[in-house]
């Protein structure tokens, strides 16, 4: 996921990638501990995502004076 897509996107659509991004590593995080997969490195991307996107929503919420 790019921060220039992010920034595009509305305060909604954000908060929808959010659940979204959370959903999946909270199913990660199920099939991890059942041993059902081995693709390890999907939970840091989307641990990664997760702190772009809310990132990006805090930057919206608080804007920069110049």
Do not use: C, W, Y
């Not at 059902?36 to 805090?58: G, L, P, S």
Request: charged share 35%.
């Amino acid at each position: 996921m790019d921060t220039k897509e992010l920034r595009s996107k509305g305060m909604e659509d954000l908060r929808t990638e959010l659940k979204e991004l959370l959903r999946a590593q909270f199913s990660l995080r199920m099939q991890l501990s059942t041993q059902q997969t081995n693709k390890t490195h999907e939970i840091r991307k989307v641990r990664r995502d997760i702190a772009r996107v809310r990132t990006v929503m805090q930057q919206v919420k608080i804007p920069v004076g110049n």
